[in-house]
């Protein structure tokens, strides 16, 4: 059974810096492409990054610049840095697991960027 368990979200103010992880099991994790996504209230859920198996990398314009997607095929994890959030960052994120037609996601994390 897949699992994908997001944690570190939580209230962050403008400027400051925040964490997600995001861990996997029940995939080969290395084989996969993960991704986040987010979705505001009120708005469709948006991709954010993506990192490819072969650690490929592709940001939303609104990330680029300010966030960075990494990950650690030992641990299973992948992570998203925030640095810099602004209000508008403000969301419930999603960890995306996806291989083929094949594709899974965690339950979210709420990031709130206020000061």
């Known amino acids: 059974q897949v699992q994908l368990v997001e944690s570190g979200g939580g209230l962050v103010q403008p400027g400051g810096s925040l964490r997600l992880s995001c861990a996997a099991s029940g995939i080969t994790f290395s084989i996969y492409t993960m991704a986040w996504y987010r979705q505001a209230p009120g708005k469709q859920r948006e991709l954010v990054a993506q990192i490819t198996s072969g650690r490929t990398t592709n940001y939303a314009d609104s990330a680029k610049g300010r966030f960075t997607i990494s990950r650690d095929n030992a641990k299973n994890t992948v992570y998203l840095e925030m640095n810099s959030p602004k209000p508008d960052d403000t969301a419930v994120y999603y960890c995306?697991?996806?291989?083929?037609?094949?594709?899974?996601w965690g339950q979210g994390t709420q990031v709130t960027v206020s000061s």
């Open positions: 995306y697991a996806g291989f083929g037609v094949t594709a899974d």
